[in-house]
């Protein structure tokens, strides 16, 4: 992927510019002895497949293609009298700048095209109605791929719905491109309208940019301890070929020590460091170094497999009150309608393994639950509750633990009852239990939310995946202040009394749903102005690459098994 994209861009350069698109006057071709191709389009619209285009099988959009040739009595649209329109040459330059976009111009034939459109002067009713299809077919992919991006996030069994931001693409191409006096800018609104997808899209230019003028060498590897500046090092100067690449380094000192990690490379290694989630020490680590000899290309991956992903938002999520990075392992809060962040704390997410991982979600947070109990899931009744009641009977007990019916009646419970669920196990409110002393509920069908902790340790590592596939948060109550603000009774002190000594499992509602997005960003724009890159930690990059890989028609339908979060 990255090479078709990186060969795109490289031959923008050579492309003429043309002027501005121009509204014309009329769209069919009005001499009394102008051919009739509609014989010709309604063949070829009607098969959903045409040899001669880079992906030809397009029964995906066929219900579009009908809809729209007959809006316009199956005539030509893109062509008039043996010349491609203006709307069609506007069109035909967007494809061929889909790379700074994050797509792929051959994906909508932006090199085979240009031919086909030299080939109309010849005014072949085949060849004609050809070109139409291809470009109604392309560009209704253009615009799709753009507005929800290509791969159903149901595919990979997140918790995000695109069906409600479709377009209806025949009305698109008939309202704002045909007859169209700015296509750039009817292609333009199809793009999420959020500042970190503006920004995303600048990086991208940036690091193509970077793959021309990549002339260094790697940084030889460290085995053992980590090197600390002034330690013997042999590879100062690539580390600082390296760190003026990604601008990490402002100035390359003129004497760089070549034996020693030069102190004077100090201060960039640990802005490099806090741009790629390590801890900022300075000193040159396996991770620290893996991460500076990563190529530019896997970098630019993670900035298209970003931008598709916000691209699968609705308009109430590209600027969300709460955005979880999953691989930052970071929360922010927002205000102002998502344009201002307020704060971000670290996070605690699910496991890398399988069964574990935090999904993608978009939600809307409507209450929350101070000293909580936590009901222990099934599974993990079976897999550790019951050997350790077999091991001792005293276990729940000693544990902080209950055995409760339906509806939450205590009861006695034996081995087998816990081993098939015939009841309920759960740890009762206080600060040993594991969801903490609040939790945050956006109600999902992975039983996913944000609560406390009591192992805060864990938020002192840089790699913080050890839930289930809930998430947990280093500071639980600045959020429950900041969410409860708008209600005077709950301020500070209240929240802080109802987590320590108040009422067991009292739930208070927000004033009203909060949007919340729990996202998979491997590149971030952040605070500091400055482009942040993650590790794939769930390999959900991976997964998205692989099925971008296949072309069109892309997956639609879960092809995975559902994550239940457990704490």
């Not at 500071?475 to 009422?503: C, F, S």
Request: charged share 25%.
């Amino acid at each position: 992927m990255m090479k078709r994209l990186v060969f795109a861009l490289c031959l923008l350069a050579l492309l003429v510019p043309t002027d501005a698109c121009k509204r014309r006057s009329k769209r069919h071709q009005t001499a009394e002895n102008a051919p009739d191709y509609s014989a010709q389009v309604q063949a070829i619209a009607k098969t959903g497949h045409l040899n001669g285009m880079r992906w030809p099988n397009y029964t995906d959009y066929q219900k579009w293609i009908d809809a729209f040739y007959q809006q316009n009595d199956w005539d030509v649209v893109w062509s008039d009298n043996g010349k491609p329109t203006r709307q069609a040459e506007a069109v035909l330059r967007n494809f061929q700048h889909a790379a700074e976009r994050g797509l792929i111009p051959d994906d909508y034939d932006a090199w085979r095209l240009p031919s086909r459109m030299a080939a109309l002067k010849q005014k072949n009713p085949q060849a004609t109605a050809e070109f139409d299809v291809m470009m109604t077919v392309d560009v209704m992919r253009f615009i799709s791929d753009l507005h929800i991006g290509r791969v159903n996030p149901l595919h990979f069994s997140f918790g995000v719905n695109v069906d409600s931001k479709k377009y209806d693409l025949a009305q698109f191409v008939q309202d704002k491109l045909i007859d169209s006096s700015d296509v750039d800018d009817a292609l333009n609104e199809a793009e999420p309208q959020t500042a970190q997808y503006a920004h995303l899209k600048e990086a991208l230019g940036r690091y193509v940019s970077l793959l021309a003028q990549d002339h260094t060498q790697p940084v030889p590897n460290v085995t053992g301890k980590a090197i600390e500046p002034g330690k013997p090092f042999l590879g100062s100067q690539q580390l600082a070929g390296r760190l003026a690449l990604f601008g990490d380094l402002d100035n390359v000192p003129a004497s760089v020590d070549a034996e020693h990690y030069d102190p004077q490379l100090v201060d960039a290694v640990k802005k490099f460091q806090h741009r790629h989630g390590i801890a900022e020490d300075g000193k040159l680590g396996k991770d620290t170094i893996a991460a500076i000899n990563t190529p530019l290309g896997v970098r630019i991956n993670s900035i298209m497999d970003t931008l598709e992903r916000w691209r699968w938002l609705s308009d109430e999520y590209q600027n969300p009150t709460i955005l979880v990075n999953l691989p930052e392992y970071t929360l922010r809060a927002f205000s102002n309608n998502g344009q201002t962040e307020d704060f971000s704390m670290k996070v605690v997410v699910g496991q890398s393994v399988k069964e574990h991982r935090t999904p993608v979600i978009t939600d809307h947070m409507k209450y929350l639950v101070f000293r909580p109990y936590w009901n222990v899931p099934p599974s993990i009744m079976k897999a550790e509750i019951a050997p350790h009641m077999r091991a001792n009977p005293n276990y729940l007990a000693s544990h902080n633990f209950e055995a409760v019916d339906r509806n939450g009646n205590p009861v006695s419970a034996s081995v087998d009852d816990v081993m098939h669920a015939r009841v309920v196990i759960r740890e009762k409110p206080g600060p040993r239990n594991s969801l903490g002393l609040v939790k945050f509920l956006f109600p999902n069908q992975f039983n996913v939310y944000l609560h406390s902790t009591p192992a805060t340790e864990l938020f002192n590592r840089t790699k913080r995946d050890f839930s289930h596939g809930c998430v947990r948060l280093q500071e639980p109550e600045k959020l429950a202040v900041w969410l409860l603000r708008d209600q005077p009774k709950w301020d500070q002190e209240a929240i802080h009394n109802a987590m320590e000594n108040g009422q067991d499992n009292k739930t208070v509602l927000l004033s009203h749903p909060i949007p919340i997005v729990i996202f998979y960003a491997t590149a971030y724009y952040a605070e500091d102005g400055d482009i942040h890159f993650f590790n794939d930690t769930y390999g959900y990059d991976k997964m998205l690459e692989d099925a971008l890989r296949h072309g069109p028609p892309y997956p639609q339908k879960p092809a995975v098994q559902k994550v239940q979060a457990e704490a």
